[in-house]
T-cell receptor
Framework: GNSVTQMEGPVTLSEEAFLTINCTYT??????LFWYVQYPGEGLQLLLK?????DKGSNKGFEATYRKETTSFHLEKGSVQVSDSAVYFC????????????FGTGTSLTVIP | DAGVIQSPRHEVTEMGQEVTLRCKPI?????LFWYRQTMMRGLELLIY????????DSGMPEDRFSAKMPNASFSTLKIQPSEPRDSAVYFC??????????FGQGTRLTVV
């Protein structure tokens, strides 16, 4: 079946630190992969996506590379800011299973000045 | 485009009352999802529709929950009777094909 496993949180970093949030997936075929961000009191917003192997998604200084060989889609940012404090969700969509969306459990990030 | 529109944004109701949450998906999207988010259980998929037809409702907690999509531009999630453990934020999302899902702002439900 399809599933997403995400790094447990919460994660606390100092401003300008390097961020990695791990995400691995299980799927048949060739899923599309996504990272969503949820700021306090808001809905989920798409942060970046990749639709095929070796694609790199990037946005707002965040990036993630679709690695089929390791079934991973780790989120990275070189220098986090206080405004990056949010919950991050890794997600998968697979046309093999009726286009349903599968989310990870979310990773809470707090960036301190 | 106005995005996915949910109403109400906040709902406070007494235990035993009927609650109806509403969602207007983005025009042209053919898939619609209802999620529930709580601190304890995280983000849970309740049900999703494809072309207005329910495809997977295995996440609906029990018979007190029901969802409908009478047309491509409107969906409801109903809880009858409501219980305190139903308190959560309920999100609606829509998408087309294999693109990303777009989420509404959510409805924060409190059952007292």
């Amino acid at each position: 079946g399809n599933s997403v496993t995400q790094m447990e949180g919460p994660v606390t970093l100092s401003e300008e630190a390097f961020l990695t949030i791990n995400c691995t997936y299980t799927a048949t075929g060739y899923p599309s992969l996504f990272w969503y961000v949820q700021y306090p009191g808001e809905g989920l917003q798409l942060l970046l996506k990749a639709t095929k192997a070796d694609d790199k998604g990037s946005n707002k200084g965040f990036e993630a590379t679709y690695r089929k060989e390791t079934t991973s889609f780790h989120l990275e940012k070189g220098s986090v800011q206080v405004s990056d404090s949010a919950v991050y969700f890794c997600a998968l969509a697979n046309s093999n299973t009726g286009n349903q969306f599968y989310f990870g459990t979310g990773t809470s990030l707090t960036v301190i000045p | 485009d106005a995005g996915v529109i949910q109403s109400p944004r906040h709902e406070v109701t007494e235990m035993g009352q009927e609650v109806t949450l509403r969602c207007k998906p983005i025009s042209g999207h053919n898939s619609l999802f209802w999620y529930r988010q709580t601190m304890m259980r995280g983000l849970e998929l309740l049900i999703y529709f494809n072309n207005n037809v329910p495809i997977d409702d295995s996440g609906m907690p029990e018979d007190r929950f029901s969802a409908k999509m009478p047309n491509a531009s409107f969906s409801t999630l109903k809880i009858q009777p409501s219980e305190p453990r139903d308190s959560a934020v309920y999100f609606c999302a829509s998408r087309t094909g294999v693109t990303e899902a777009f989420f509404g702002q959510g409805t924060r439900l409190t059952v007292v």
